[in-house]
């Protein structure tokens, strides 16, 4: 599977990662030429339209970091628009249900439903120590059931007593009857296929799902039928409503594209594949992995992340550097602003605390929102590199032309500047204490309460002219998150946050100070 979809691809890209720098039309042309392989390999048109724009899009605004050339880049984004179109990471058969949960299985004759749900009763009696109970209901083949059958001899699975002459609802109730009564976990429902969809098939599929009420209905697919499983999964799921899907024969040598279209198209995860006849042949599915096997270039996407994390780190510690020594210029500000924003503003950062759930929504509730930094991060940006170096060149005409730049007025400029002021005689006095962690977060205290500080302006209401029971809340909640007071008027959004690694924004989008927060000492 996907091997000739992983040459195209890797031809493709190899001709662009070698090269020092890009143009759009070489991106462009890349991308040409990524959409034929797909669609050779038989994804869905329109998989692959939004899937070209997305990387096109991505790679012409991503910045490329040092270290690296514009083609890696290219790949890694690659790369990880395939594992979004994938689908998300090991979703697992759903029994969080009162047994018996029921799971149905559907689809087409011989796209290995019964093998299927043979592999999965064994993978759930021996792996998850669960009591199954298999049915067949498939009726109008008469082998069908004995073949069930069976497979639960082969792999110690009890299988439901066949009863000839029995419709497949009245089977599918017994089945469920005999679950309860035999205290079984999960009973699996093996539905009879057909050799296409048809009406008949579809009413009885309704039938057995209002009888059993399923709690997970699986769509087995064969991975090589490319399109057609695709459109039979939209069909299965108009009609009968499917939870996930199960792709069958993904170790035969088709083209890969159901795998690839499936989760796009209909926005069902793909939960298990098919990888052979045995009976441990099922595999869970595994976005990052799959697409690494496609574009068989995962040195080159973990080369780009080290770059990534490395620039990052980078930053964080001359930013700690210039703190130490007492330089906090404008310009530091502003990227203390913007790595907030990356972390997803105030909102991000708090949701990424463990316990402060509440408080983020009273600030919420105070108005406290994300709209600040983007005003503060006018102001900056209307300054010249040279007053932004040097905040004491700020007197009153420049503000004014800053303030007409940047739609907000000169006291919001005296504001930002009193904030900016406050961090650094914060940092002053807190340089040469060495520790690390406890100095960033008490920056960020600084820039809590400079936040406080910027209250009102553009209907901000200030936090420290907040109702004093609000903010004695808002404080305990803090204390109670191990965040210790703020400086100022936001309580908690900083005030020393304790830990190794400081206030995960100053480390980049990845995350190494939040263990520290929350091993509280
Ligand atoms: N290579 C390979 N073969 C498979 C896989 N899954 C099922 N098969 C084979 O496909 C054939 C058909 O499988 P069945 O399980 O009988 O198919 P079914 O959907 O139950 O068919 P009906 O009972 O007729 O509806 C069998 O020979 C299986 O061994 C797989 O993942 N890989």
Same mark, same amino acid.
């Given at each position: 599977?996907?091997?000739?979809?992983?040459?195209?691809?890797?031809?493709?890209?190899?001709?662009?990662?070698?090269?020092?720098?890009?143009?759009?039309?070489?991106?462009?042309?890349?991308?040409?030429?990524?959409?034929?392989?797909?669609?050779?390999?038989?994804?869905?048109?329109?998989?692959?339209?939004?899937?070209?724009?997305?990387?096109?899009?991505?790679?012409?605004?991503?910045?490329?970091?040092?270290?690296?050339?514009?083609?890696?880049?290219?790949?890694?984004?690659?790369?990880?628009?395939?594992?979004?179109?994938?689908?998300?990471?090991?979703?697992?058969?759903?029994?969080?249900?009162?047994?018996?949960?029921?799971?149905?299985?559907?689809?087409?004759?011989?796209?290995?439903?019964?093998?299927?749900?043979?592999?999965?009763?064994?993978?759930?009696?021996?792996?998850?120590?669960?009591?199954?109970?298999?049915?067949?209901?498939?009726?109008?083949?008469?082998?069908?059931?004995?073949?069930?059958?069976?497979?639960?001899?082969?792999?110690?699975?009890?299988?439901?007593?066949?009863?000839?002459?029995?419709?497949?609802?009245?089977?599918?109730?017994?089945?469920?009857?005999?679950?309860?009564?035999?205290?079984?976990?999960?009973?699996?429902?093996?539905?009879?296929?057909?050799?296409?969809?048809?009406?008949?098939?579809?009413?009885?599929?309704?039938?057995?799902?209002?009888?059993?009420?399923?709690?997970?209905?699986?769509?087995?697919?064969?991975?090589?039928?490319?399109?057609?499983?695709?459109?039979?999964?939209?069909?299965?799921?108009?009609?009968?409503?499917?939870? &996930?899907?199960?792709?069958?024969?993904?170790?035969?040598?088709?083209?890969?594209?159901?795998?690839?279209?499936?989760?796009?198209?209909?926005?069902?995860?793909?939960?298990?594949?098919?990888?052979?006849?045995?009976?441990?042949?099922?595999?869970?599915?595994?976005?990052?992995?799959?697409?690494?096997?496609?574009?068989?270039?995962?040195?080159?996407?973990?080369?780009?992340?080290?770059?990534?994390?490395?620039?990052?780190?980078?930053?964080?510690?001359?930013?700690?550097?210039?703190?130490?020594?007492?330089?906090?210029?404008?310009?530091?500000?502003?990227?203390?602003?913007?790595?907030?924003?990356?972390? &997803?503003?105030?909102?991000?950062?708090?949701?990424?605390?463990?316990?402060?759930?509440?408080?983020?929504?009273?600030?919420?509730?105070? &108005?406290?929102?994300?709209?600040?930094?983007?005003?503060?991060?006018a102001i900056i940006s209307s300054m010249t590199r040279r007053e932004r170096a040097h905040p004491e060149l700020l007197k009153h005409s420049r503000k004014k032309r800053i303030a007409a730049g940047s739609g907000t007025s000169a006291a919001d400029i005296n504001k930002l500047l009193k904030m900016h002021?406050?961090? &650094?005689?914060?940092?002053?006095?807190?340089?040469?204490?060495?520790?690390?962690?406890?100095?960033?977060?008490?920056?960020?205290?600084?820039?809590?309460?400079?936040?406080?500080?910027?209250?009102?302006?553009?209907?901000?209401?200030?936090?420290?002219?907040?109702?004093?029971?609000?903010?004695?809340?808002?404080?305990?909640?803090?204390?109670?998150?191990?965040l210790g007071k703020g400086s100022g008027g936001l309580p908690g959004l900083g005030g020393g946050m304790p830990g190794a690694g400081g206030l995960p924004g100053l480390g980049g989008p990845r995350l190494p100070g939040l263990p520290g927060v929350q091993k509280k000492k």
């Amino acid at each position: 599977m996907f091997e000739s979809l992983q040459d195209r691809l890797g031809s493709i890209l190899n001709g662009l990662t070698g090269r020092g720098a890009l143009s759009d039309k070489d991106v462009s042309a890349a991308l040409r030429e990524v959409r034929r392989a797909l669609l050779e390999a038989d994804v869905a048109l329109e998989v692959v339209r939004d899937f070209t724009d997305k990387v096109r899009e991505k790679a012409v605004g991503s910045e490329v970091l040092k270290s690296i050339k514009p083609g890696q880049m290219v790949v890694k984004i690659v790369h990880d628009e395939l594992v979004e179109m994938l689908g998300s990471e090991g979703v697992a058969i759903d029994l969080n249900a009162p047994s018996p949960v029921v799971v149905m299985m559907v689809g087409l004759q011989g796209s290995g439903k019964t093998t299927t749900t043979g592999k999965i009763a064994a993978r759930l009696t021996q792996r998850d120590r669960r009591k199954v109970l298999m049915a067949s209901l498939d009726t109008r083949r008469p082998a069908a059931q004995e073949q069930l059958r069976q497979i639960g001899e082969q792999t110690g699975v009890e299988t439901l007593p066949i009863i000839p002459g029995q419709s497949p609802t009245d089977i599918a109730g017994r089945a469920v009857q005999a679950a309860k009564l035999g205290g079984h976990d999960v009973v699996i429902l093996d539905t009879a296929g057909r050799t296409h969809i048809d009406e008949p098939l579809m009413v009885e599929m309704a039938n057995i799902r209002q009888k059993a009420n399923p709690h997970e209905i699986l769509l087995v697919a064969d991975a090589l039928t490319g399109q057609d499983a695709v459109n039979l999964a939209r069909n299965f799921d108009d009609r009968v409503g499917i939870t &996930g899907l199960v792709l069958t024969r993904m170790d035969g040598d088709g083209r890969g594209g159901a795998a690839l279209s499936m989760r796009a198209v209909t926005g069902k995860p793909i939960k298990l594949i098919g990888v052979g006849e045995k009976m441990d042949a099922l595999e869970e599915f595994h976005p990052k992995r799959i697409a690494d096997r496609i574009l068989g270039m995962g040195d080159i996407v973990s080369l780009v992340e080290k770059a990534a994390e490395t620039i990052d780190a980078e930053k964080a510690q001359a930013m700690a550097e210039r703190m130490k020594a007492g330089k906090f210029d404008l310009n530091d500000l502003e990227d203390q602003l913007k790595q907030m924003q990356k972390l &997803g503003g105030v909102g991000g950062i708090m949701g990424m605390m463990p316990g402060v759930g509440k408080m983020k929504d009273q600030m919420a509730a105070a &108005g406290v929102d994300d709209s600040i930094f983007k005003r503060q991060l006018a102001i900056i940006s209307s300054m010249t590199r040279r007053e932004r170096a040097h905040p004491e060149l700020l007197k009153h005409s420049r503000k004014k032309r800053i303030a007409a730049g940047s739609g907000t007025s000169a006291a919001d400029i005296n504001k930002l500047l009193k904030m900016h002021r406050q961090m &650094g005689d914060m940092m002053k006095s807190m340089g040469g204490k060495g520790k690390k962690g406890g100095m960033l977060g008490k920056m960020m205290g600084g820039l809590g309460g400079g936040l406080g500080g910027m209250g009102g302006m553009g209907g901000m209401p200030d936090l420290s002219s907040m109702d004093p029971k609000q903010l004695e809340a808002l404080q305990k909640q803090a204390q109670a998150a191990g965040l210790g007071k703020g400086s100022g008027g936001l309580p908690g959004l900083g005030g020393g946050m304790p830990g190794a690694g400081g206030l995960p924004g100053l480390g980049g989008p990845r995350l190494p100070g939040l263990p520290g927060v929350q091993k509280k000492k």
